[in-house]
Structures are given as structure tokens and as C-alpha cells.
């Protein structure tokens, strides 16, 4: 019990590890794999970002022929984004992603 003492008196005058969150934003660093979002024109529809996907998040629109990310499927690997020869798919820093809306979830 007596070295535990020592340590508990350093931390108790520490600065905090955590930040209050909602309250203080952070950036997210470099490289970091928010939500995937395409640009429907620079897409030339060779749909590889259909076969990279290992979750099959990526579905094309019958009529259209646009494709778009189920997010609440999507486990933002990034691999779409990797495999797109246009780079119509891009990776953004965005990651506050929640809704109560089903329809919110499909990036178009």
C-alpha cells in the first residue's frame, strides 16, 4: 500500500488525458477514414469499388445508374476509395454519423 501513495499524488495534479467532447472539437489526424462520399461524375461506372467492398456496401441504382454507400453498413476500410482508377470516391475526415432516419444512411 505505501507505493501506490507516490503514484496516486503525481496523477492527482496532472493535466487530464480526455477532452470534453462535444464541447471541444478535435481534427482528426492525417489519413484518417471518416465517411466515403462519390462524386457521380467523375465516376465511369467500372464498378470495382462494388467488387473491393468486403461488406457489400456499395449497390448501383437500377435507373440511374449512380452507385451509393449504405453508411450503416460501410466499415470505412477504404478500399473503394483505393480501388476507384477516377478517384470518384473519396474519403473524408467526417465521423459524427448518426441518425434516427434509415434513409439518411445511404450516401448518394
Same mark, same amino acid.
Not at 13 to 36: C, I, L, N, Q
Not at 73 to 97: D, H, Q, S, W, Y
Given at each position: 500500500?505505501?507505493?501506490?501513495?507516490?503514484?496516486?499524488?503525481?496523477?492527482?495534479?496532472?493535466?487530464?488525458?480526455?477532452?470534453?467532447?462535444?464541447?471541444?472539437?478535435?481534427?482528426?489526424?492525417?489519413?484518417?477514414?471518416?465517411? @466515403?462520399? +462519390?462524386?457521380?461524375?467523375? &465516376?465511369?461506372? $467500372?464498378?470495382? *469499388?462494388?467488387?473491393? /467492398? #468486403?461488406? !457489400? %456496401? =456499395?449497390?448501383?441504382?437500377?435507373?440511374?445508374?449512380? @452507385?451509393? +454507400?449504405?453508411?450503416?453498413? &460501410?466499415?470505412? $476500410?477504404?478500399? *473503394?476509395?483505393?480501388? /476507384? #482508377?477516377? !478517384? %470518384? =470516391?473519396?474519403?473524408?475526415?467526417?465521423?459524427?454519423?448518426?441518425?434516427?432516419?434509415?434513409?439518411?444512411?445511404?450516401?448518394?
Amino acid at each position: 500500500m505505501p507505493r501506490i501513495l507516490p503514484q496516486v499524488l503525481r496523477n492527482l495534479f496532472r493535466k487530464p488525458a480526455t477532452v470534453k467532447y462535444p464541447y471541444v472539437r478535435v481534427e482528426p489526424p492525417d489519413g484518417y477514414r471518416g465517411r @466515403p462520399v +462519390i462524386d457521380v461524375e467523375k &465516376c465511369i461506372q $467500372c464498378w470495382l *469499388c462494388i467488387q473491393a /467492398c #468486403p461488406v !457489400r %456496401a =456499395i449497390s448501383v441504382n437500377k435507373e440511374t445508374k449512380k @452507385p451509393s +454507400i449504405w453508411l450503416g453498413r &460501410c466499415v470505412f $476500410c477504404g478500399e *473503394c476509395a483505393e480501388v /476507384c #482508377p477516377t !478517384r %470518384a =470516391i473519396t474519403m473524408t475526415k467526417e465521423f459524427e454519423l448518426t441518425t434516427y432516419d434509415i434513409q439518411q444512411a445511404k450516401s448518394e
